[in-house]
Nanobody, 121 residues
Framework: QVQFVESGGGLVNPGGSLTLSCTASTSSRGRIGGMGWYRQVPGSQRELVVFIADGGARNYADSARGRFTASIDKTNNKLTLQMSALRPEDTAVYYC??????????????WGQGTQVTVAS
């Protein structure tokens, strides 16, 4: 019910930068609300990187604060994550997430297919 186009993953050296983009769309009743990025490494739970609520409030993980910056284009439902000072421990599959809003309330949560980020020399 929500489709995603994710891009920007890849291999980067420690200390380098990378930008992830995610565009969400829906053909269902309702509209796209809050959007965010999460990440997951094999054997671990998926964890929050940053979430931008429908009203615009941003929630960053401690590990991301000060190094990552998220921005959103609500007209096009495009979420961008600028990552800098990357560390090997940032290596993970990064997943875009979006809420579907109906009658002013989030009713369902959707995930993108994920994009691999690898930080290594």
């Amino acid at each position: 019910q929500v489709q995603f186009v994710e891009s920007g993953g890849g291999l980067v050296n420690p200390g380098g930068s990378l930008t992830l983009s995610c565009t969400a769309s829906t053909s269902s009743r309702g509209r796209i609300g809050g959007m965010g990025w999460y990440r997951q490494v094999p054997g671990s739970q998926r964890e929050l990187v940053v979430f931008i609520a429908d009203g615009g409030a941003r929630n960053y993980a401690d590990s991301a604060r000060g190094r990552f910056t998220a921005s959103i284009d609500k007209t096009n439902n495009k979420l961008t994550l600028q990552m800098s000072a990357l560390r090997p421990e940032d290596t993970a599959v990064y997943y875009c997430n979006a809420n579907l809003i109906r009658l002013g309330r989030p009713v369902q949560n959707f995930w993108g297919q994920g994009t691999q980020v690898t930080v290594a020399s």
